[in-house]
């Protein structure tokens, strides 16, 4: 009945085109990118303008639907899944780059403007938008505001927390507010690194300010190779130590190497045990020293070879290995499951060390493809769920794993965030009065519980009841990559 | 001079905590007796926000001043929020890293004084504010809650990123007990170019083309005549006393890049008919110190202006034209890169400065900027008609206002002084 009623209500203010209702539609919004997760929304709108948004918004409240919003729907925490049902709000058709001014460096676009879109509309200003999370081709700026998505190039140049400046934003009540500001400094609470990486979970972002980086003017790529992974986890640490901060720093150990190999034929050793990307940007005399330096550090570290490319060509071959790397991974076992943590990078080896025999103690095959300079790791776990049991060891290997990055000081998500996979975990690095203050913030945005309620905190009723009934993996696409 | 003196108020108690545990006790025990508490680190920014409308516990901070994690290799930093900037930068400059940071007197000023009160400083053009360098913060919410957020990692999405709420908060959220860092290397080089321009025109066409590829500048500054006289240091090096208004701008990296770019910015400064002066990298550190602390309190106003960067120009006419027709010597300063501005406003009859803030204000919301007071002298409070130091609120103020409320329940935090 009140379904009835909010679908009606919702094809008054939207025109029937744009609400989804029939099964058939449904189906495709049960999954995020993870597919850990998979849960039927009662409705998906496809709102065209920010009172639309709103009118949705305001209707889903009152009658008590819980509200999910979702970019490219490419997420790994689950966090796009409606488990309770409700409403999904899907941005996909504000899809417009609004302006790019070159002068401030900034652009305004609406959320489901797509993640590389953006980048190159502003190349033509020697301009791009630096957060470049692997989906990027599919992912959309409001999803990364909504996950604050990082991507390699976040070493050297922040995560998109740093590159967001003001949103508009409508909150549970349908109201529209301006969060944030493109002028610097402006007074009062800064609620906008608030929103940044809620998950949804405090209003639904309808436009964004971002700031653009102006390209580099000139740009290093390195491959080097490994015959140990230990080793190469204490290279990343070397050049960090050496004063160094690459523009990325990417790793790739063990299996993968070979797999990628024969895929990509990016030019990675396949007995290599463990690879290197470095890439290094800015002004030719400052890059001449860097890779000068870098030579030195590797070289001493124990690396067994290291290539430069010396072209354009060159450095994206290098870069197709690491971009095809789960496409390549996929086909050491039928499924997978991607794993996000951060540790100090000076405990990069150990950490390694231990996923390994995590993973071996599980009976499960491992690789690491990760964002080594960060301390950001990915252990993709991977296995064939026809085997019985094998979910269950799984989760328990990633859940382990993460545990193991909280021991050695760091945390349970980098980049991919909490969403239903992780909200267990919390209580991990986060007391009962850390997350007392985290609840009064959810609180005073959405005082009705309706935002995206029971992801990214911990609930009595949040422990996953829910199990795909799927296989994990799913098609990304090609030219996906972790 | 009496300690914890805040525009002629003194607390009826002074408590200096030396954990966090026991500041949290302190802001627990205050809220139930409903006794207003004035953080304090070194009390060079409590010229912000005025006084308080209530006044009587000063929480003196400095007690937690503690080194607690320092990993060079990881570039990581965990620190007492008591600790002074100074001290920290001195330890980080052992290892050839810094914190990009230099708001002023950073020998006094305490790290979470410095983030509660939103200090900045030039080095924002190449590194961006506190809130990029801030990895996590532990705080004493005004209920007494002890709570943390963010995690001592470069890269971390566990939960809301609740420790930027409170940079600028005034204090008003929390009593910060605790911050974790990301740190920098030290650039290999750093090299400073002066120029000294005759017209408005020239100086902003000259700074609009070294903010540009393939410049790189980490700092670049515009002082007016007055304020260039002001500063006895860099003053001292320019030879020429007619009026004049000075760019500074400071490049870092290796000696090629440097080099480079101080070559070309000189061109362009010349092209624009300024008179240029290559500073020594010996004295690179000593005149930014300097320029530094020209923000420090002093007994006149001092006023913070942000604007769209597009709309930089207007804003400088603005901050130009007001006092100029009150015939008010002005001290101003231009934080390029970031649309602010800095005005020190003398202390005249307090309805002008009314008239001229008002002014200021209106002309600025014509272009989206907006005026506020970074530092009220004592001279000017306590009055009937108050300056209205913050300006008009932002539309989420509601929002705000509920977070208060449920942080700082009983408003014990720095009461009156904040727009929330
Ligand atoms: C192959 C692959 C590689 C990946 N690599 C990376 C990587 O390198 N780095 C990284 O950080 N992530 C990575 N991800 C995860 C994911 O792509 C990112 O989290 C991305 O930012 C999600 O964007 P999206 O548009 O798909 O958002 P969605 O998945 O649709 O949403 C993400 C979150 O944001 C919220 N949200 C979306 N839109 C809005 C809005 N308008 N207002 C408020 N909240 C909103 C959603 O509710 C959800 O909580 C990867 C995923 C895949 C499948």
Same mark, same amino acid.
């Given at each position: 009945?009140?379904?009835?009623?909010?679908?009606t209500?919702?094809?008054?203010?939207?025109g029937?085109?744009?609400v989804?209702?029939?099964?058939?539609?449904?189906?495709?919004?049960?999954?995020?990118? !993870?597919a850990?997760?998979?849960a039927m929304?009662?409705? &998906?709108?496809?709102?065209?303008?920010?009172?639309?948004?709103?009118?949705?918004?305001a209707?889903?409240?009152?009658?008590?639907?819980?509200?999910?919003?979702?970019?490219?729907g490419?997420?790994l925490?689950?966090?796009t899944?409606?488990?309770?049902?409700?409403?999904?709000?899907s941005?996909?058709?504000l899809?417009?780059?609004?302006?790019?001014?070159? #002068?401030a460096?900034?652009?305004?676009?609406?959320?489901?403007?797509?993640?590389?879109d953006l980048?190159?509309?502003?190349a033509?200003y020697g301009?791009?938008?630096?957060p470049?999370?692997?989906?990027q081709?599919?992912?959309?700026?409001?999803?990364n505001a909504?996950s604050?998505?990082?991507?390699?190039?976040?070493?050297?140049?922040?995560v998109?927390?740093?590159?967001v400046?003001?949103?508009?934003l409508v909150?549970?009540?349908?109201?529209v507010?301006?969060?944030?500001?493109?002028?610097?400094?402006?007074p009062?609470y800064?609620?906008l690194?608030?929103?940044?990486?809620?998950?949804g979970?405090?209003?639904?972002?309808?436009?964004?300010?971002?700031?653009?980086?102006?390209?580099?003017?000139?740009v290093r790529t390195?491959?080097?190779?490994?015959?140990?992974?230990e080793v190469?986890?204490?290279?990343?640490?070397?050049?960090?130590?050496?004063?160094?901060?690459p523009?990325?720093?990417?790793m790739?150990?063990g299996e993968?190497?070979a797999?990628?190999?024969?895929?990509?034929?990016?030019?990675?050793?396949?007995?290599?045990?463990?690879? @290197?990307?470095i890439?290094?940007?800015?002004l030719?005399?400052?890059?001449?020293?860097?890779?000068?330096?870098?030579?030195?550090?590797c070289t001493? !570290?124990?690396?067994?070879?290291?290539r430069?490319?010396?072209?354009?060509a060159q450095?994206?071959?290098?870069?197709?290995?690491?971009?095809?790397?789960?496409?390549?991974?996929a086909?050491?076992?039928?499924h997978y499951?991607?794993?996000?943590?951060?540790?100090?990078?000076?405990?990069l080896?150990e950490?390694?060390?231990?996923?390994?025999?995590?993973a071996?103690h599980y009976d499960?095959?491992?690789?690491n493809?990760?964002?080594?300079?960060?301390?950001?790791?990915?252990p993709?776990?991977?296995?064939?769920l026809?085997?019985?049991?094998?979910?269950?060891?799984?989760?328990a290997?990633?859940?382990?794993?993460?545990?193991?990055?909280v021991?050695?000081?760091?945390?349970i998500?980098?980049?991919?965030?909490?969403?239903?996979?992780k909200?267990?975990?919390?209580?991990w690095?986060?007391?009962?009065?850390d997350?007392?203050?985290?609840?009064?913030?959810?609180n005073?945005?959405d005082?009705?519980?309706?935002?995206?309620?029971?992801?990214?905190?911990?609930?009595?009723?949040s422990?996953?009841? @829910?199990?795909?009934?799927?296989?994990l993996?799913?098609m990304?696409?090609?030219g996906?990559?972790? | 001079?009496?300690p914890f003196l805040?525009?002629?108020q003194?607390?009826?108690?002074?408590?200096?905590?030396?954990?966090?545990?026991a500041?949290a006790?302190v802001?627990?025990?205050?809220?139930?007796?409903g006794?207003?508490?004035?953080?304090?680190?070194?009390?060079?920014?409590?010229g912000?926000?005025?006084?308080?409308l209530?006044?009587?516990l000063?929480?003196d901070m400095r007690?937690?001043?503690?080194?607690?994690?320092y990993?060079?290799?990881d570039?990581?930093?965990?620190?007492?929020?008591?600790?002074?900037?100074?001290?920290?930068q001195?330890?980080?400059a052992?290892?050839? #890293?810094?914190?990009?940071?230099n708001?002023?007197?950073?020998?006094?000023?305490?790290?979470?004084?410095l983030l509660?009160?939103?200090?900045?400083?030039?080095?924002?053009?190449g590194?961006?504010?506190?809130?990029?360098w801030?990895?996590?913060m532990?705080?004493?919410?005004g209920d007494g809650? @002890?709570?943390?957020?963010?995690?001592p990692?470069?890269k971390?999405?566990a939960g809301y990123?609740?420790?930027?709420?409170?940079?600028g908060a005034?204090g008003?959220l929390?009593?910060?007990?605790?911050?974790?860092?990301?740190v920098?290397?030290?650039?290999a080089?750093c090299q400073?170019?002066?120029?000294?321009?005759?017209s408005?025109?020239?100086?902003?066409?000259?700074? #609009?083309?070294?903010?540009?590829?393939?410049f790189?500048p980490?700092?670049l500054?515009?002082?007016?005549?007055?304020?260039?006289k002001?500063n006895?240091?860099?003053?001292?090096?320019?030879?020429?006393?007619?009026?004049?208004?000075?760019?500074?701008?400071?490049f870092?990296?290796?000696?090629g890049?440097?080099?480079?770019?101080i070559?070309?910015?000189?061109a362009?400064?010349?092209?624009?008919?300024?008179?240029t002066i290559?500073l020594?990298e010996?004295?690179?550190?000593?005149?930014?110190?300097a320029?530094?602390?020209?923000?420090r309190?002093t007994?006149?106003?001092l006023?913070?202006?942000?604007?769209p960067?597009?709309?930089?120009?207007?804003m400088?006419?603005? &901050?130009?034209s007001?006092?100029y027709?009150?015939g008010w010597?002005?001290?101003?300063y231009?934080i390029?890169?970031a649309g602010?501005?800095?005005?020190?406003?003398?202390? &005249?009859?307090?309805?002008?400065l009314l008239?001229?803030?008002?002014e200021?204000?209106a002309?600025?919301?014509?272009?989206?900027?907006?005026?506020?007071v970074e530092? @009220?002298?004592v001279?000017?409070?306590?009055?009937?008609?108050?300056?209205?130091?913050?300006?008009?609120?932002?539309?989420t103020?509601a929002?705000?206002r509920?977070?208060?409320?449920?942080?700082?329940?009983?408003e014990?935090?720095?009461p009156?002084r904040?727009?929330v």
């Open positions: 009945m009140t379904r009835e009623m909010l679908i209500t919702l094809r008054h203010h939207l029937s085109r744009y989804l209702h029939r099964r058939e539609e449904l189906m495709l919004y049960e999954y995020d990118g !993870s850990m997760d998979q929304p009662d409705v &998906v709108v496809v709102p065209g303008s920010t009172a639309e948004v709103a009118a949705a918004v209707t889903a409240t009152r009658l008590g639907f819980p509200i999910i919003a979702r970019g490219a490419t997420g925490a689950g966090s899944v409606a488990e309770r049902g409700g409403m999904v709000i941005l996909a058709r899809n417009q780059i609004l302006q790019i001014d070159p #002068q460096a900034t652009a305004v676009v609406q959320p489901g403007v797509v993640n590389t980048s190159r509309a502003a033509a301009l791009h938008f630096a470049d999370p692997s989906s081709r599919s992912c959309t700026i409001g999803g909504g604050n998505a990082g991507g390699p190039h976040c070493l050297k140049y922040g998109t927390s740093n590159h400046l003001a949103i508009t909150l549970s009540d349908g109201q507010v301006r969060v944030g500001s493109a002028v610097s400094d402006t009062g800064d609620l690194a608030a929103v940044v990486g809620s998950e979970t405090l209003g639904i972002i309808t436009e964004l300010t971002v700031r653009l980086t102006r390209n580099a003017e000139d390195f491959l080097a190779i490994f015959d140990d992974m190469a986890g204490a290279c990343v640490s070397a050049i960090i130590a050496d004063g160094i901060i523009a990325a720093l990417e790739i150990e993968g190497i797999a990628i190999e024969s895929w990509a034929h990016a030019g990675y050793p396949p007995d290599a045990r463990a690879v @290197l990307l890439e290094i940007d800015g030719r005399e400052d890059i001449a020293d860097e890779a000068r330096r870098i030579a030195r550090v001493a !570290s124990g690396c067994r070879e290291l430069t490319a010396s072209d354009a450095r994206e071959r290098l870069w197709a290995g690491r971009k095809g790397a789960l496409a390549a991974c086909r050491i076992a039928p499951h991607i794993l996000d943590g951060t540790v100090p990078r000076s405990r080896p950490i390694l060390r231990r996923s390994a025999e995590i071996a499960l095959k491992v690789v493809i990760f964002h080594a300079g960060d301390g950001n790791i990915h993709l776990l991977l296995f064939d026809r085997v019985p049991g094998t979910r269950e060891r799984a989760m290997a990633g859940a382990e794993i993460l545990r193991s990055c021991e050695v000081g760091g945390t998500s980098g980049e991919h965030g909490i969403g239903i996979e909200r267990a975990f919390m209580p690095i986060y007391s009962v009065e997350q007392s203050a985290f609840a009064d913030l959810r005073v945005f005082p009705a519980g309706v935002m995206n309620p029971g992801k990214l905190l911990p609930s009595p009723t422990h996953s009841s @829910l199990h795909a009934t799927e296989p993996l799913r990304t696409g090609r996906a990559w972790i | 001079m009496t805040l525009y002629n003194q607390p009826t108690q002074i408590v200096a905590p030396t954990s966090a545990e500041v006790d802001l627990r025990d205050a809220s139930a007796q006794l207003a508490v004035i953080p304090w680190g070194g009390g060079t920014r409590q912000m926000g005025g006084p308080p209530r006044y009587d000063a929480l007690g937690l001043a503690a080194v607690l994690a990993t060079p290799d570039l990581v930093l965990r620190v007492g929020a008591g600790a002074t900037l100074g001290h920290i001195d330890l980080l052992a290892h050839n #890293q810094w914190l990009p940071w708001p002023p007197l950073p020998d006094q000023a305490t790290i979470g004084g509660a009160s939103g200090a900045t400083g030039s080095l924002r053009m590194y961006g504010t506190p809130r990029d801030t990895l996590a532990q705080v004493a919410l809650r @002890l709570v943390k957020s963010g995690a990692v470069v971390n999405v990123d609740t420790h930027k709420l409170h940079i005034l008003t929390g009593v910060i007990t605790e911050v974790t860092f990301k920098a290397p030290r650039p080089h400073t170019l002066l120029a000294a321009f005759s408005p025109l020239t100086i902003l066409e000259a700074m #609009q083309q070294i903010g540009q590829p393939p790189q980490i700092s500054v515009l002082l007016n005549h007055s304020a260039s002001a006895p240091i860099l003053h001292s090096f320019l030879d020429d006393t007619s009026p004049h208004l000075i760019m500074a701008v400071r870092a990296g290796t000696a890049a440097v080099g480079r770019q070559r070309t910015a000189v362009v400064c010349v092209e624009q008919g300024a008179h290559e020594s010996t004295d690179d550190g000593s005149i930014w110190h320029i530094a602390d020209d923000l309190p007994d006149q106003l006023i913070r202006v942000g604007a960067l597009s709309h930089v120009r207007e400088l006419r603005l &901050v130009e007001i006092p027709q009150r010597p002005t001290d101003r231009l390029a890169g602010l501005a800095y005005l020190r406003w003398p202390v &005249v009859a307090l309805p002008d008239q001229a803030l008002t200021l204000r002309g600025l919301a014509g272009i989206g900027g907006y005026a506020v530092d @009220l002298p001279a000017l409070a306590n009055t009937d008609s108050p300056l209205d130091l913050w300006g008009p609120p932002p539309e103020l929002l705000m509920s977070l208060r409320k449920v942080w700082d329940p009983a014990i935090l720095n009156g904040y727009l």
